[in-house]
Structures are given as structure tokens and as C-alpha cells.
């Protein structure tokens, strides 16, 4: 797949926000533009943005990815959809029940645990070069090692003990779930813009039939999946980058001026949309997901114009760890946390010291990750997404 640099630039920003926004959410101090805002409130911050500008990226991706693909035939096309977005549940999953892990209930520690369930991740999803022959046994070493900790995790008390719960998914796990539909559907529509857009006004439908109570009769899927803001909402962002990747292959002037035109109208429909319904990140609001959508397409705009029109480079280096190992890095700040609790780190106690030092803190700290990420890559550890 020929990488197109403004995408990866994009998508190396929105990766480094989110390390940034997600360890700064532990500094109280903090500005509140700098922390979510509460599930009741109108209105949205920087970290509210930075999630679904990531499935506005995996919508972008989608038809330069799967473009390729469809020329090896409909079933391979099937298949790596359905890999990617299984993948992306499993972690996400058991990411979320990472913290709940009681070892009281269970054979290991709970630090040992959560470190071997990273490792499982990286032993079944790193790119390994196929022709060396030990590197087709590792996967399955990995699959053996998750399985185990599958089978013996344990939450709650020795009264009230459960397994694995589904919750709600986790980050990766939604990312999946909006992923692999949102693929389908762009399968589907064979390019055609009208058959995305009506695929749009339906995702915000499934939002409402559910706040409506429609989907009473199968209360329990509702609660296990939500699809008014799962499929709903969040496939919704993932299609506005559909869209707005169907773009790229355009004039820079035209693709510029259809990127801004999808803001506007993508704005139109929220601002109609909010008569109804709040902005709010946690309860997954269609405005919410169509304001998002038009900042990013906004973005992206003048990400495309500084990288693809101006030729303005040099700057998006920095980025470059972010956007070509995406999931490695999104992942090393729990693994870092983890070994901080193990050796007794006292890092998140720093970011009590005041605002602008938990901030420089969690500056620092993305940073690091940063060039840490650029090492693993450089050692060929780069977990696919």
C-alpha cells in the first residue's frame, strides 16, 4: 500500500495526543481542556477529540488498504477484515479487564499477569518475517500464553467471583467493532459516496432508535453492545474518514475544497442534531461523533496542504514513530505504568506537585514513549493495525 505522508502525519499527531491526553488525565491540576468532560455535559475538550479523530484515520485508511486487497480477490478481503477487527477486540477486551484482575483468585501476580498479557500481544501480532522459520512458531506460542491467561483469570471476591467481561469493549475493542463494519459496508458500496452517506444517516438512526427505546425486545444485545453508539456513533466516524479518504486521489485544490465542504455539512447536520441530543464523548451523541468528524476533516485539510501542497516536511518527523507503529505505541504507556507500580516508581505522585509540573511530567513522558517507539521499530517490533 503506497503510504500517503499527510494521513501519516495525521494519524502520528492524534497517537501522540493520545498518550499525551490520557497520561495527563492522572494530574488534577491540570487546565480543563485538558481533561474529559463528564458524561451529562454539552460540550467536548481536546481528549474528547482525540478518539475519534483516530476512527476518522481508520476510515481514511480503509480504501487505499482494502483497494489493494480487492485485487487478490473478495475472500482475502473477508478475511483480513475479519483478522484486524478481532484482533483489535481481543486487546481491547482484555485490556479492560486488566485492572480487575484479583490474584488472591487466580496463580499469578497481578503486575506478572498484566506484563505476560502484553507480551501475548506482541508474540501473536508483531510483523514477523515469515521466512524465517522459528518466527511462524511464535504466534502460536503467544496464542498458548493468552489462552492460559484467559482461562485463569479471575475478578471480584472469593464470594462473588466472574470471569472476562465484555463491558464496554475497551478503546481497541470499539475500534474493532467500528472498523470491521465500517469496512463491510465500504465493500458494499463499491466507492459509491451516495450508498456511504445514506450508510451515514443510518449509523445516527441506530443512536436513535435506541435512546428511543426501540430495542427493547433485545435488551440483553443492547446491553452488551449498544449498537446506537458501538455501531452506531463510532461507525458513523469511521465512514466520515471513508469519505474523506475517497478524496486523496483527487487535485490538491479539489481535495482540499471536498475536505472543507464535508466539514461543513457534516457541522450542519450536528448543529440540527443538537436540538435533540447533547456533545458528549461518553454518552457517544451523534453530535458529538458529526462536530468531530468535521474538525478532523478540517484537519486533515490543512495537514494535506502544509504536507502534500506546501511540501513542508520536516516538521511531522518528530511524528514519525507515532504514525508508522501506531498500535506499539498506543500500548507501551500501560506497559510502563505497569512497571512503574512493580518497582515502586512513584510516577503518577509527581503529577500532584501542581498543574504545569504534571504537565511537563506527562510532556516528557509522551516523549519518552516516543522514542522508545522509534527503537522497537527500528529492532523490527511493530505490532500491525
Known amino acids: 500500500m503506497k503510504r500517503v505522508e499527510s494521513i501519516d502525519l495525521f494519524r502520528g499527531i492524534t497517537i501522540a495526543l493520545m498518550i499525551f491526553v490520557n497520561d495527563v488525565a492522572s494530574v488534577p491540576a ?10 451529562s455535559t454539552d460540550g467536548m475538550t481536546l481528549p474528547d477529540l482525540v478518539f475519534p479523530a483516530f476512527l476518522f484515520i481508520v476510515g481514511m485508511v480503509i480504501p487505499l488498504a482494502l483497494d489493494k486487497r480487492l485485487k487478490q480477490g473478495l475472500k482475502p478481503s473477508l478475511k483480513h477484515i475479519g483478522e484486524r477487527s478481532l484482533a483489535l477486540i481481543i ?7 486488566a485492572g480487575a484482575y484479583n490474584p488472591e483468585l487466580s496463580l499469578l501476580p497481578k503486575t506478572v499477569w498484566q506484563l ?12 514477523w518475517d515469515p521466512s524465517l522459520k522459528r518466527n511462524r512458531v511464535i504466534p502460536k506460542i503467544g496464542w498458548i500464553l493468552l489462552l492460559f491467561l484467559v482461562a485463569t483469570y479471575r475478578q471480584g471476591s472469593a464470594e462473588n467471583s466472574g470471569w472476562i467481561q465484555t463491558g464496554w469493549w475497551g478503546i481497541l475493542g470499539l ?15 463499491k466507492k459509491r459516496k451516495d450508498i456511504l452517506i445514506l450508510s451515514m444517516g443510518f449509523c445516527i438512526l441506530l443512536y436513535i432508535a435506541e435512546e428511543s427505546g426501540r430495542f427493547s425486545a433485545i435488551q440483553p444485545f443492547v446491553d452488551i453492545l449498544h449498537p446506537g453508539k458501538f455501531i452506531g456513533t463510532h461507525t458513523l466516524l469511521v465512514l466520515t474518514g471513508v469519505f474523506a479518504g475517497l478524496q486523496i ?7 482540499i475544497k471536498a475536505l472543507i465542504q464535508e466539514a461543513f455539512f457534516l457541522g450542519c447536520a450536528g448543529w440540527l442534531l443538537h436540538k435533540e441530543y447533547i ?3 461518553i454518552q457517544a451523541t451523534p453530535v458529538w461523533g458529526l462536530w468531530s468528524a468535521a474538525l478532523c476533516s478540517l484537519a486533515f485539510a490543512l495537514i494535506f496542504y502544509i504536507t502534500d501542497v506546501k511540501k513542508i516536511k520536516k516538521c511531522g518527523k518528530i511524528f514519525q514513530p507515532t504514525a508508522q507503529n501506531p498500535l506499539t505505541a498506543y500500548l507501551l504507556p500501560a506497559i510502563f505504568y505497569i512497571l512503574f507500580d512493580l518497582f515502586s516508581i512513584p510516577y503518577f505522585v509527581w503529577g500532584q506537585a501542581g498543574g504545569g509540573y504534571g504537565i511537563l511530567r506527562s510532556l516528557l513522558f509522551s516523549g519518552f514513549i516516543l522514542w522508545v517507539t522509534h527503537l522497537l521499530t527500528r529492532c523490527k517490533i511493530q505490532l500491525k493495525l
Open 30 to 39: 491540570a487546565p480543563s481542556w485538558l481533561h474529559h468532560v463528564d458524561a
Open 249 to 255: 486521489h483527487l487535485e490538491p485544490k479539489q481535495c
Open 175 to 189: 475500534i474493532g467493532w467500528a472498523y470491521g463494519i465500517a469496512s463491510l459496508i465500504y465493500l458494499v458500496s
Open 91 to 97: 486487546m481491547g477486551v482484555m485490556m479492560l479487564n
Open 116 to 127: 505476560l498479557m502484553y507480551l501475548s500481544f506482541f508474540l501473536i501480532w508483531n510483523v
Open 279 to 281: 456533545v458528549s464523548k
